[in-house]
Every structure is written in structure tokens, then in C-alpha cells.
């Protein structure tokens, strides 16, 4: 290009110097420069058409940018694909499978007590509950999951309308109190202790529900027998809370918080039922001033709920469940110890044993002390109210000394039984 340039403008110098011509002779006849400007055209061209490729494609500063940052990321997932991306596994959460028994009299030989009426109920064990440093959950059948909806639909249709089979009435009244005149609102005790069957209920819906956390805090203490009989395993802590013989016993062994959560559960499943003007308030635990009243028979304040100071009736028969003295219980024989259904040896007894007091409500002394609180608001100073199987005669007493003081923990003597305060209109 260049020698064709110098070559022309040399030309084009040499033909202003000449004079003008005839035109015969001359380089630049005007074919001729339309010629040379042609041939410089096509020749600029195809040079251009022929570079060397990487001078033509030569990349901006934004595209080398560009591709440095492509190749960055390329880097990056590249490290994360490697090493970073965590294998995924299945949690797989393990399961105990339903254990069974030939026979109650099995329980017999290990020297459990199931009262012969229970015996004629039922001879097999519900799933299981078991305790370990592994989660342990029952795999509930199909058989079990229907029976679990039919036993919680039962509970709620009850308390939704309070049931007078159930639940007692307590109105709302004046007594005296620890020497005070204290006002207290009507409301709804449930006339027995929670059973083993109703907080069975409650845990299997927390398992069909898939709240296993819910279910690892509320589930029964029952290594709680074995510390108490200092027995390396006793049977209790296997059978009482699974065996459907003891399906009417009060639940004991599991903490206050486990009550506070069976409460909730109860009260929501209940309310999920109902129509707004038609909900219940929230099932709770009781003050110690709503037993009080409740088990004083409207205030009257006999030394127990069935309104005289003694623990048995003219016909000798024994009117609670609790521990009697070791010279008394020696002198009766095997059958009167079986009927009392309440001594260190014969252990709870079913939550309708004895006698109802006069609002209908059972075993408020003895069987198993009742948890309360001073005030329920700020849920301070919890205690338990009415003695249990554990304590003597004089522990059972309506303002007997609480003998479970702050126990917020599971503990066989301990249970407890609900109470609802009665809307207002």
C-alpha cells in the first residue's frame, strides 16, 4: 500500500511540473486514474480482509474483564463442587417396635399387683415409651393411630361440654384461707387425676403430629421407679405407664412442664373444634386456694374431703390411698392388702377408687399428690396439694404440710388433674 501511495503521488507531482499534452502519450488519462483508484481500493481492501486473526479480534478492556471474571466464578464452583457441598443424608429416626406378653401373670411373677377386674380387660402392652441416651419414638399402627383419634375425639367432646361425668362444677364463692376471706371465680375440676390413657393420648398426638421434641420433654421419668425402690430396674418402670391394665391409674413420673404442655395441647385441640362464641378458657393446673375449696367441700374445711378425721369408715373400710403405719398393715392378711389399693407395696390405685366427696370429685387425698400453684399468674412456688400413696395419714390432710415443696421434677408420688375457669357472660 504504501509503495502504491508513493508511487502515485509521485506521478501525480511529475504530471503538475508537465505542461499538458495531446493526451496520447499521458500516464493520467482519466481511464487510467479510475483504474489506479480501483486497484488502491481493492488493494486496501483485501489487506485489511487478511490480518493475522489475533490483531482483527483483538479484545477490549471490557471483554478481557468480562472473561477474567467468567473464569473466576468457573474457579469458584468449581472449589465448592469439591469440597464444600455437604453430602445430604436421610435422618432416619429409630423406632421401637411393639412388645408383647403371653400373659398378665407375668406381671405376678415380678411381683406387680393388676386388680383382678383389669386382668379380665386386657392382657398386652401398648407401645412402649423407652428411655435411653438414644431417641427411642413407638411406630404406632394403623389400629393404634385410629384408637389414639377415637380416645383424644372422646376427651374433647367431654370437656367441651363439660361432661358432669367428668368434670365438677365449683362455683364461685367467699371462704376462709390461711385466716383470710378470699373471693375465687367458678370453674371446672376434673372429677379424677389425668390417666395413663389420657396422657397416652396426648404423647401419641404429638408422635402422629411428627412433634418429636415436644414429645422427648413430655414423656414420662419412669426410670423414676427404679430410683425409688433402689432396684436396678424395677418392673413399674416398664409396664405402669404402657400396660393397658394400668390405662385407669394416674399418670405419675412426668414434670411440671410436661403437665403445663399436656394443659396446652388439651385446651388447642379443644378449641380447634369449636365455634368462637363457643371456646372454652385455657385448661391449666390448679391454685392451691381452687383445691382448697374444691376439696374442703365449699370451704367447710374438714380435715378431708369426706368430711370427718379419720381415714376410715364405721364399717373399717379404708377411705384413701396412702401409707399406713407398718404394725397396721401387719395385721391384716393378703386379701384386705390387695383391697386397699394404696400401701408401699400395692402402689397407686385406679383414679375412682374409694369414695367421691361431695362435689364428686375422688381422691384428693392421697393416691397421688395433686400439682398446684400459689398463684398462677407468675406460677410461683409450685407444690403439690393432698399427699400421695407415699405419705401417712397426716400428709393427706387437706392443709397437710406439702411434702413435694418446689418439685417441679417427675416423681411417682406426683400427678395431677385439670381445672378450667367458667366463662363469663
Known sequence: FEKTKNEFLKHLSADVNTPPSDGKGSFFTLKNVIIM?????????????????????????????????AEEVQEVEFIIEENEIPKNKELIWPVLETKSIESVQYFEQIELIIPKKEKAKSKKIVNPIAYSQDKFYPKLTAEEIEANHKQKKKMIKSLSKFDKKLYAYIPSGSFDYNSKTISIQAFYMQVYEVTNLEYRTFLFDLLIQGKKAEFDIAKPEQEKWSTLTKQGKNAYEE????????????????????????????????????????????????????????ASNEGQYFDYPWGNGSTQNNEGEYLANYKIPEEEYATLDSTSRV?????????????????????GLYNLSGNVAEMVYEDYASKNNPGTAGGSWLNSEVEIKISGTDPYKGVTSGHPGIGFRIVVAHLNF
Open 339 to 359: 383391697d386397699l389399693k394404696g400401701n408401699p407395696k400395692d402402689l397407686t390405685a385406679p383414679v375412682k377408687s374409694y369414695y367421691p366427696n361431695t362435689i
Open 37 to 69: 483508484i480501483s486497484s488502491i481500493l481493492t488493494i486496501s481492501i483485501a489487506a485489511i480482509l487478511l490480518l493475522p486473526t489475533e490483531i482483527n479480534n483483538k479484545p477490549t478492556k471490557e471483554a478481557i474483564e468480562k472473561t477474567k471474571s
Open 239 to 294: 409396664y405402669y405407664f404402657s400396660h393397658t391394665a394400668y390405662d385407669n391409674y394416674p399418670v405419675v413420673n412426668i414434670s411440671r412442664e410436661a403437665a403445663e404442655m399436656y394443659c396446652f395441647w388439651l385446651s388447642n385441640e379443644t378449641n380447634a373444634t369449636l365455634k368462637d362464641d363457643e371456646k372454652i378458657n385455657d385448661v391449666r393446673i390448679p391454685t392451691r386456694s381452687e383445691w382448697v375449696k374444691a
